[in-house]
């Protein structure tokens, strides 16, 4: 079991849809938690950061972390063609090292 | 400001052979690590460094071998290639007292293809 588990979709949504994307991790020492976008052929760029539980809000994005079940969240609202890319999910472990899932192909139809 | 750029952008090469690959961190930042991808995952954590020293290693063999210089730019080389090396190659730095919450500032990769 990987420590970190992402449905690779693609998911596909109408513009203008709420995109909830989510992660599932077994490991409980993950303090923080973070959302990478990564469009074709870029390097991942850094969308949302949280500590510990709770929620983090930033323009149409929102992140949900949820320790107590072990399972982020990430929520994109008035979804845009732009939008679409691969979003994954990071978490730091004890040792200071970023342990990701295998990321979600998001798709936005216009 | 100018962002985390790597060198080459594509590269192919033959099994058994030697590469580096180099990482200009961005402006301000001294911690510098390296990733794998392979094509449909997440990154994997090879290396990081710090002041010139390597402070925390993924799973990854002897045979991937990294540098940082003075001015915080790196070096990835990795000797005697396998199939299994053919992935994307991603270099990112942070900034002073954020490398250890995973904030990164990726460059756009290496794209290495082992024949």
């Known amino acids: 079991q990987k420590e970190v588990e992402q449905d690779p979709g693609p998911l596909s949504v109408p513009e203008g849809a709420i995109v909830s994307l989510n992660c599932t991790y077994s490991?409980?020492?993950?303090?923080?938690f973070m959302w990478y976008r990564q469009y074709s052929r870029k390097g991942p760029e850094l969308l949302m950061y949280?500590?510990s539980s709770g929620n983090k809000e930033d323009g149409r994005f929102t992140a949900q972390v949820d320790k107590s079940s072990k399972y982020i969240s990430l929520f994109i609202r008035d979804s845009q063609p732009s939008d679409s890319a691969t979003y994954l999910c990071?978490?730091?472990?004890?040792?200071?090292?970023?342990?990701w899932g295998a990321g979600t192909k998001l798709i936005i139809k216009p | 400001e100018t962002g985390v750029t790597q060198s080459p952008t594509h590269l192919i090469k033959t099994r058994g052979q030697q590469v580096t690959l180099r990482c200009s961190s961005q402006?301000?930042?001294?911690?510098v690590s390296w990733y794998q991808q392979a094509l449909g995952q997440g990154p994997q954590f090879i290396f990081q460094?710090?002041?010139?020293?390597?402070?925390g290693r993924g799973n990854f063999p002897p045979r991937f071998s990294g540098l940082q210089f003075p001015n915080y730019s790196s070096e990835l080389n990795v000797n005697a290639l396998e199939l299994d090396d053919s992935a994307l190659y991603l270099c990112?730095?942070?900034?002073?007292?954020?490398?250890?919450?995973?904030?990164?500032?990726f460059g756009e990769g290496s794209r290495l293809t082992v024949l």
């Open positions: 490991n409980s020492a993950f303090q923080y």
């Open positions: 460094y710090y002041r010139e020293e390597e402070n």
């Open positions: 402006s301000g930042h001294n911690t």
């Open positions: 949280t500590y």
């Open positions: 990112a730095s942070s900034p002073p007292g954020l490398a250890g919450t995973g904030e990164l500032f």
């Open positions: 990071a978490m730091m472990d004890s040792n200071y090292q970023l342990i």
